[in-house]
Each structure stands twice: as structure tokens, then as C-alpha cells.
């Protein structure tokens, strides 16, 4: 805001601000890493929802850093094509991980609305 030079008139503003409402609903994401027992890769998840809707579309990577230092991408996905993921739209982003180092691994989960691609059920559009 800027005042014009000689203009007498002053100037006001006023930001409002409004707590959320308690009804709106959060975007959140839980990750797991579920072992199997039979010896296969193990299997990385990300849920990622809106309340208790699902997000579609999302772009979830993991980034792995492995014990050797090595850090390495992975895009889950949620296709339902049991491959491993069952149910697809369910929110449920998931990928095998094979451990091929002994040692201790880390991961981080990044969630993105994919371009703007990404919308819950309740309303289509990004979050």
C-alpha cells in the first residue's frame, strides 16, 4: 500500500483472520512397512486421506537411504493392480522394497497433489 504524495486522505486496512472451522477436514499421511512372512520384498505403505476420504492421484515417493549411504527414489502407487497394491482410490499408495544391505535404512514419504491432479471424493480438484 502506498500513499499517492499530497494526498491528505488516510489510509486504513483491516486483515481479518479466521480460526478453521472444526468441522474442516485435514489432509493427513500414516506410512508402514509391513515384513512378510514368508521371506518375499518387503512392502512400503503410505495412506494418504482427507478426513476419512481417500486422495486420488497423488504422487507419493519414498526416499530410502540405505546403510551404505546410497539414496534412492521410489513412487508408490495406488492402481489396484495387486501388484502390491489390492484396492485402488482407497488412498492406500504402496510398492515393494527389496533390502539388499544389511544395516539400518531410512526413509522419508513426500505427498504432492501430482500437478494439480491430485482431489479427495468429497470434492474434485487438488489439495
Do not use: C
Request: hydrophobic share 40%; net charge neutral.
Amino acid at each position: 500500500i502506498k500513499r499517492f504524495y499530497g494526498s491528505p486522505q488516510p489510509h486504513f486496512v483491516q486483515v481479518l483472520a479466521y480460526p478453521q472451522a472444526e468441522s474442516s477436514s485435514f489432509i493427513r499421511a500414516r506410512a508402514w512397512i509391513k515384513r512378510p512372512h514368508n521371506g518375499g520384498p518387503n512392502v512400503i505403505f503410505a495412506e494418504v486421506m482427507q478426513g476419512s476420504l481417500p486422495i486420488i492421484d497423488a504422487l507419493v515417493e519414498v526416499t530410502v537411504m540405505t546403510p551404505s549411504g546410497r539414496e534412492e527414489k521410489i513412487q508408490l502407487f495406488d492402481s489396484g493392480s495387486a501388484d502390491p497394491d489390492v484396492t485402488r482410490g482407497d488412498g492406500v499408495y504402496s510398492r515393494y522394497f527389496a533390502v539388499n544391505d544389511a544395516g539400518i535404512y531410512r526413509f522419508q514419504i513426500s505427498v504432492s497433489d501430482n500437478g494439480n491432479v491430485a482431489y479427495s471424493q468429497m470434492e474434485r480438484g487438488a489439495f
